[in-house]
């Protein structure tokens, strides 16, 4: 068919055309030539953009492909940051396994099938049919405008690009054929119209162990026994934090006593604060001189009379802290930094009033796991035993829950302070309050199935979608490091006259879905099998972008990004 139209549309202008192809060919393959852009042929095994299983996708081919994914109408920053020619590639390389595939189970594309198909101004390209106006000219095929639309938009002649449909239409009809396999019986259509449809919003409460952890005192036979039981924890998490280890600035591990003032306080108000926190350093000097039971320690003063929170129940252990981090401003930091380990300096004005310094220690460069294993094994004490304490913070209010239930947990547990605002990020160490999910149905990810504002926790997720109005409560649970407890505040079930009312459209959609998944799961095991076997490789200088030096990281098979749809 092509061929009649070929000779039908012969002219003038056709033969000027056709000594121009002759003049270009001699300029780009004659001698010191370069090549040309359109079916040229590399050096070495430049030519090829991947070889599969055997078969080779060329450079035009990715260039046709890139073309037909819209490559160069997109910006090239914008291509890289979507990932675009990487996408490219992994379809190309769905095409040649499906391809392969339709040609073991005897699938046939003839060259008439293709032409019956361009005649119609439609293309495969990419996994899916394209319909292109250009073909056409009023309402009917041209080829001129076929030719002009290879040339200048896709770069390829008319053989290579029957060549391209042919794989391209029997990817297509394998694609075909496994979604015509796929059905979804009854029970499978209802079942999933429930779970989309089902729906629960839960009151809920979250425990932290970081906030009990300020909370912990522990002994240095504690935290020495500690580590001696559990080296392999603690190298693992060295490795985990090595680079928090290497080339460490200059720093000081301090403990500090807190006297309160904020930095617009009154001069009379910070004077007092000022003398509570002499007094509190004469104390220290006068137990350091002292004796037996006379004598008073900087961490039984911390316990007694410092105002920070956060650190007094841990005798004011700030931990390794970097210049800039101990809460004095520079010329008086100084001071701190020169002192020997086992001084104490101050009271100094601080950022949140008057600060007693102790300097513990002080490292710099890369420390070795020797020297970071009591610090690490103080961290991980003191996380266990404050998750242990949230655990049983959680058993305790589900406790309270129970023994009241005709009391809404807003009322057991008030809402948050003017400093904890509604839907701002939660703080670790403060006091659980009530929070709500809003309504949410089943959704599942491949680590589990998602809590709306909770995370990922399958144990969560099924117990709150068993909930009644009769046993509303669940937990506790971990879920990322925290203990939730939650209450059943509203269900919605799936209304199954809507399912009998749109059957045929959901069964519709649902074996599409399935199919896709089918598609993805075949895919991704034939990919996997061919790269394991290498039987895949990679050119990837064609997928370097025009402003980067390099060609990006690929990897093909990769999971989420390519197979499917």
Known sequence: MLEQMRKASQSLLI??????????????????????????????????AAQV????????????????????QIPAPMA?????????????????????????????VTDDQVEDQIAEAKIVGLGSTHTVPRLQKDGKFNYDSF????????????????????????????????????????????????????????????????????EIALTDAEIADYAAKNDAKLQEAYEQKRFVYEKTPDERRVRQILVKVAQDATPAVDKAAHAKADALSERLKRGAKAGGSEGLTFLELVKTASEDTKTKGRGGDLGWRARGAINLPGA?????????SGAIVGPLRGTDGYVITKVEAAREGNIAYGDAKLELAE????????????????????AKLKDEPTKSIKDLFPAPTDSQEAGATPDPTAAPHVEETGLFSLRATREGVVVEG?????????????????????????????????????????????????????AREAELTKWE?????????????????????????????????????????????????
Request: charged fraction near 30%; aromatic fraction near 8%; charge should be positive.
């Open 454 to 506: 909770i995370g990922v926790s399958s144990p969560l997720a099924q117990a709150a979608f068993a909930l009644t109005a009769e046993k509303p409560l669940a937990g506790p649970f971990d879920v990322n490091g925290t203990v939730v407890i939650a209450r059943l505040k509203e269900r919605k079930d799936p209304d199954l006259a809507e399912f009998e009312k749109h059957k045929i459209e959901l």
């Open 379 to 398: 961290e991980k004490l003191r996380e266990e035993r404050g998750n242990v304490q949230a655990k049983a913070a959680a058993d305790a209010a589900l």
């Open 80 to 108: 890289k940051r979507d990932r675009l020619k990487e996408t490219v590639m992994d379809k190309l390389i769905e095409r040649e396994i499906l391809a392969a595939e339709a040609d073991r189970l005897g699938m046939v």
């Open 147 to 214: 030719k002009t639309f290879l040339q200048f938009e896709l770069g390829v002649t008319p053989k290579t690009f029957v060549a391209e449909q042919k794989k391209e239409m029997m990817a297509l009809r394998a694609r075909e054929l496994m979604r015509a396999s796929v059905t979804v019986s009854a029970d499978e259509l209802k079942t999933e119209f429930v779970r989309k449809n089902r729906q629960v919003n839960l009151e809920y409460l979250r425990f932290s162990g970081r906030r009990f952890e300020p």
């Open 15 to 48: 033969y000027l055309l056709f000594f121009i192809v002759i003049a270009v060919f001699i300029i780009n393959f004659g001698p010191q030539s370069r090549g040309s852009s359109c079916d040229q042929v590399m050096k070495g095994n430049d030519h090829y």
């Open 517 to 565: 998944r089918v598609l993805t799961d075949w895919m991704q095991a034939r990919c996997v099998e061919a790269k394991e076997a290498k039987r895949i490789n990679v050119n990837t200088d064609v997928l370097r972008y025009e402003d980067s030096g390099e060609p990006p990281t690929y990897e093909p098979c990769v999971p989420h990004r390519q197979f499917g749809g």
């Open 332 to 340: 008086l930091e100084d001071k701190v930094w020169k002192a020997k």
């Open 53 to 72: 299983n055997g078969e080779t996708i060329t450079q035009n081919s990715f260039r046709y492909g890139f073309m037909l994914a819209g490559g160069a």
